[in-house]
Each structure stands twice: as structure tokens, then as C-alpha cells.
């Protein structure tokens, strides 16, 4: 089996699934999709006809899974993709087994996944721009009301947002601070949610999922 992650460095829901590939410890191959400026014509890979076939809403990432025998198999949308990974990669579990924890790990997920992404997201800022509206006002606004929701959520836990180890929630919470902070998103009054960034930054999944390490990032600069 082979893995192919289509994935752009300073894509939020793309770093959710490179961190999910690094905890569960599978090799996988890294496909550019340049967002912001590549494809036939530079205004986004994600655009192309052949990309849009296997991701219809056009976004990144699409994780590409070619079988011993040939079956090719596209799976879109992060957090399907992490539940596919880990159903059928057991070890370590994302989503913990007992059912509270495994409701509250997908909460905190959707919290990040619906509650801040999509508004953060470059086809939204790009359209609040076009309307006249003040788009760091408006990404701000929105990461901050999110991540205070998560700051109460993650209360009671200690090193990751549900149990003792990481879980859906923590690969899509990091990703989140990471955009907080490109988008000058005041972090001091969340001081759970900073925590539990470093405790999982310091793991080797999360430390090289990070998009500044990514080839894009690296061959951008
Ligand atoms: N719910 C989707 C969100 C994907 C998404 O919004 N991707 C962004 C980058 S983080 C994207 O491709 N944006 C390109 C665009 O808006 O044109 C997922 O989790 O995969």
C-alpha cells in the first residue's frame, strides 16, 4: 500500500492529517498542491480539473491510497481521513475507546474544524475582502471566540485536550494555534490551550508535521 498526502504547507486541515500520519507512524509521500498561486492557471492547484476530480470542493487535502493490487482509493475532508487512518491503523488510537471521551475528542475536532476554519478559510477572507471588510478584524474575531469555547473544553485536562495521550482533537487544535499566532491572535488569556500546544509539539509527529518544516515551505523560502 502506498500513501499519497495532496497538501499544501500552511494548510490547517492538511497539518491535521501530516500529524495523524506521524502518530500512527506510516510512510507516506508528500504531493504539492499550491493554493495560493499554482495549478494551470496560478491561481490555485486546488482549482485544476484533475484536482477537483478527486476533491470536488476544491480544498486540500486529498489523501490518495494505492493498494498492493492497484486499487486506487481518494479519500477527502481531514477529519474522515483521520477516522479512516485510524480504523484501519489501530495503534496508537486518535479516537479514544471509551465513548465520552471519544464524543468529547470530536467535539473539540469540530469545534476547530467548524467553529474557526471556515472562517479563516482563503475563499471566505478572499470574499470578505472583496466586500470592503477588514479581513485580520474578521480572522481574529473568530479564532478568538473559537479558541475560548476550547480553552472551557479542555478544562480538567492536563497535557492533551481528552485523556492522557493525543487524540483527534490535539491534531486539529495545533494546527489552530499555529494559525492563531500567524494571524496575530492575542494567546495569552488561553493559557490550557498554549500548554497543551507545547506538550504536543514536543513529540517527533507533531514537530514534523509543523508547516515550516514542509518541502513547500522549505523550497519557498
Ligand atoms: N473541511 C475541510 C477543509 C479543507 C480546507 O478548507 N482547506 C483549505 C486549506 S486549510 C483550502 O484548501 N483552501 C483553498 C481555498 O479556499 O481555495 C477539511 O477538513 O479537509
Redesign the pocket.
Known amino acids: 500500500m502506498k500513501l499519497r498526502l495532496h497538501n ?1 504547507w500552511r ?4 497539518h ?1 492529517v501530516r500529524i495523524a500520519l506521524g502518530l500512527k507512524n506510516l510512510e507516506w509521500e508528500y504531493v504539492v498542491v499550491d ?1 495560493l498561486k499554482g495549478g494551470s492557471a496560478g491561481g ?1 492547484g ?1 482549482h485544476d480539473l484533475g484536482y477537483r476530480t478527486m476533491n470536488p ?5 486529498t489523501l490518495e491510497i494505492t493498494e498492493d493490487d492497484g486499487r486506487v482509493h481518494t479519500l ?4 474522515p481521513i483521520i477516522e479512516y487512518l485510524d480504523e484501519r491503523f489501530v495503534d496508537p488510537r486518535l479516537l479514544p475507546v471509551n465513548l465520552e471521551a471519544r464524543a468529547h475528542a470530536r467535539a473539540v475536532a469540530e469545534m476547530v ?1 467548524s467553529g474557526i ?2 472562517l479563516q ?3 471566505t477572507t478572499n470574499k470578505v475582502g472583496a466586500i470592503g471588510g477588514d479581513v485580520k478584524t474578521w480572522v481574529q474575531g473568530f479564532i478568538t471566540r473559537g479558541l475560548a469555547a476550547i480553552e472551557e473544553a479542555v478544562a480538567g485536562n492536563s497535557r492533551f485536550c481528552v485523556g492522557d495521550a493525543p487524540t483527534i482533537a490535539d491534531c486539529c487544535l495545533v494546527p489552530q494555534v499555529h494559525s492563531a499566532r500567524r494571524f496575530g491572535v492575542d494567546l495569552a488569556g488561553f493559557p490550557r490551550i498554549v500548554a497543551i500546544a507545547a506538550a504536543c509539539e514536543a513529540l517527533p509527529a507533531f514537530a514534523a508535521a509543523q508547516p515550516d518544516r514542509q518541502p513547500d515551505a522549505i523550497a519557498a523560502r
Open positions: 499544501y494548510s490547517s486541515a492538511s491535521r493554493i490555485g486546488q470542493m476544491a480544498q486540500v487535502p477527502t475532508q481531514s477529519l474544524n476554519q471556515p478559510n482563503l475563499s
